[in-house]
């Protein structure tokens, strides 16, 4: 195997791996702090990444070069994606917290729904790809034979910076030691003066942020959206968070990079068509979920996040 084309696989491995990586941190938070799965994830995500690409064109509109349209794309999608986030946990998931958990199941299956209709109906042509302006420098680097677009490090940087952030937050922090108390014991939690209600809403902001950071990577990363890229980018993130240990932050990492690895293994060492890549992937993950039902990283309910 030529290096250049091995070490293109490598960059695929690594930047596929750090999207599901971080759609999967976002569905152990939810479960994490208030023991539901926000089913509406992946729908939030692709609001994130049609918001990012929103974004930019109000910011090409005014008038902005450089630096500008990063911004746009950035500021929109974090304000989108944590409005929305704020509004699911708030109004959606808080007051079904007794309820049966079928009940939160359909409720957010139904949200992202709307919130995928809404993008189809909604956003012009959004029943077709959108294009996705590259708006990170793009040179092309060679090194040892070897080549790379800049774009691709940044975006890879940007997920690295993401998940190590979330970790400092959930544990070097106030809010990060009020939501692993909250998780721990809820009751005690609200004994001790914590804000039960502002960090169930904090959390749901965070995921939701999260996403957006995922949605931006792959437009990026594929230049372009589409109102049901979420479907699968939060199938995947679940399955990721499930196999990696579900409420374990770490766990949502390793399973992230591991469905990735499937995926490419799949691609490269396997006499299947590329197209059956992610049913060999998913075929592996119910295996290790048969054998480690608990997750990878089994969760200890001490260090829960």
């Known amino acids: 195997m030529e290096i250049s084309f091995a070490f293109q696989h490598l960059v695929n491995f690594l930047m596929l791996g750090l999207i599901y990586s971080i759609v999967a941190v976002g569905f152990s938070l939810y479960f994490g702090v208030v023991d539901v799965v926000q089913f509406a994830h992946g729908d939030v995500v692709a609001l994130g990444g049609y918001a990012g690409l929103a974004g930019i064109l109000l910011a090409v509109a005014a008038g902005a070069t450089g630096v500008g349209p990063v911004v746009g794309m950035i500021v929109l999608a974090l304000l989108a994606t944590g409005a929305a986030g704020a509004l699911i946990g708030r109004y959606l998931v808080m007051p079904l917290r007794q309820a049966s958990p079928i009940n939160v199941l359909l409720i957010t299956l139904m949200t992202g729904t709307a919130i995928r209709e809404a993008l189809r109906l909604f956003v012009p042509g959004g029943s077709n790809p959108s294009p996705f302006p590259m708006v990170l420098p793009d040179q092309l680097m060679t090194f040892a034979g070897v080549s790379m677009r800049v774009s691709s490090l940044i975006i890879m940087a940007a997920g690295v910076l993401a998940i ?38 904090l959390t749901f902001v965070l995921g939701a942020c999260l996403g957006a950071l995922a949605g931006i990577m792959s437009g990026l990363y594929y230049r ?6 979420g479907l699968m980018l939060g199938v995947i993130g679940f399955c990721a968070a499930v196999v990696g240990g579900l409420g374990s932050l770490m766990g949502a990492v390793v399973g992230g990079f591991l469905f990735s690895g499937l995926q490419i293994f799949a691609t490269v060492a396997l006499p299947i068509p590329s197209a059956y890549k992610d049913v060999f992937a998913f075929t592996m993950m119910i295996c290790i979920i048969a ?9 200890r309910f001490e260090e829960r996040v």
């Open 291 to 299: 054998v480690r039902p608990t997750g990878l990283l089994r969760e």
């Open 164 to 201: 190590f952030g979330t970790h400092f937050l959930l544990s070097r922090t106030r809010l990060g030691l009020a939501v692993r108390g909250v998780a721990q014991d809820e009751e005690t939690a609200r004994f001790m003066g914590i804000d039960f209600k502002r960090v169930v809403i």
């Open 224 to 229: 372009q959206v589409m109102f049901n890229m």
